[in-house]
């Protein structure tokens, strides 16, 4: 079982930066592939963006490609989401989420097993 807490949301103006975390408790986290989704009011959770289990490739959704860069931190089971240029249509709840898959970034939630509780991030025009 692997346990999730993201933290780092809030509320930033449009152009602005956020950095979210995510820390994993288990001593396992290397062998997973990492990713963060997001669901606004009304609509469907959301891909944002993907790393495999080295950090060597990541992958990243059109809607924030060029803004956000994801990374990982093996040794501190940790995982972030660096959020740039902020806009409003950015503003949902944001959740990190473990795979066991591993030869490709998978890009739906269905292949995520593990799941965050969510973190809030708000962007004012």
């Known amino acids: 079982q692997v346990q999730l807490v993201e933290s780092g949301g809030g509320l930033v103006q449009a152009g602005g930066s956020l950095r979210l975390s995510c820390a994993a408790s288990t001593s396992t986290f290397s062998t997973y592939t990492m990713g963060w989704f997001r669901q606004a009011p009304g609509k469907e959770r959301e891909f944002v963006a993907g790393i495999r289990r080295s950090g060597g490739s990541t992958y990243y959704a059109d809607s924030v490609k060029g803004r956000f860069t994801i990374s990982r931190d093996n040794a501190k089971n940790t995982v972030y989401l660096q959020m740039n240029s902020l806009k409003p249509e950015d503003t949902a709840v944001y959740y990190c989420?473990?795979?066991?898959?591993?030869?490709?970034?998978?890009?739906?939630?269905?292949?995520?097993?593990?799941w965050g509780q969510g973190t809030q991030v708000t962007v004012s025009s």
């Open positions: 989420a473990a795979s066991v898959r591993h030869t490709l970034v998978p890009v739906t939630s269905r292949s995520y097993a593990y």
